[in-house]
Each structure stands twice: as structure tokens, then as C-alpha cells.
């Protein structure tokens, strides 16, 4: 059984983010951006009905993903939906308390 996994990161992290998406998809149904939005979708509503729809939500967290408005409103969207939520550490900045 696989389950669906969305993966937030900061674009600055991209080529982490496609590694930490090769190694889920040998086991489950990842949402990445870069490949699973189709030209001339809106991009803001297929990442947030993405969240919506997946089981896991993979946030990628470093000092890039820290300071993006995008990945914070994605893992509060993921938050209020009550996903389970995976912390991937890619330097040591603290996670921060959610609001």
C-alpha cells in the first residue's frame, strides 16, 4: 500500500528536494512540483489541493525553507488538515513552533 506524499521545500533546495523525491517513490505517490503540475494548471490551486489530498507531508527544512513565505503557508495548510507531518533537517536550523 503507498501512500501520498506532498514534499514542501524552498526553491533553493531544489536539487535536494528531487533527491528526497527519487528515494519516496519507491515506495509512494509523491506530489513534486517541478513534475506533477501540468502546463497552464494554476499552480497555487494544484499545490493546495495536493496538500489536501495527500497522507504525509514532507517539509524540507533548513534556513532556506525557514525564511520562505511559500513553505510556511504550506506546512500551516498541512497543519489545519491535520497531516502527519515529516521534518526532513538539512542544516541545523531549529524547527520553529507552528502557530
Not at 499552480?43 to 514532507?58: C, G, P, Q, V
Not at 517539509?59 to 521534518?87: D, T
Amino acid at each position: 500500500m503507498t501512500d501520498s506524499v506532498f514534499v514542501s521545500y524552498s526553491r533553493s533546495d531544489r536539487r535536494m528536494a528531487t533527491l528526497v523525491v527519487q528515494l519516496l517513490r519507491a515506495r509512494d505517490d509523491v506530489f513534486y512540483d517541478v513534475d506533477s503540475i501540468p502546463a497552464g494548471e494554476r499552480w497555487r490551486e494544484a499545490l493546495l489541493r495536493a496538500i489536501d489530498n495527500a497522507s504525509h507531508f514532507y517539509l524540507l527544512w533548513c534556513a532556506h525553507s525557514a525564511g520562505s513565505p511559500e513553505v510556511q503557508s504550506e506546512y500551516e495548510r498541512a497543519i489545519s488538515g491535520n497531516k502527519r507531518l515529516v521534518p526532513v533537517l538539512l542544516d541545523s536550523t531549529p524547527l520553529i513552533k507552528p502557530p
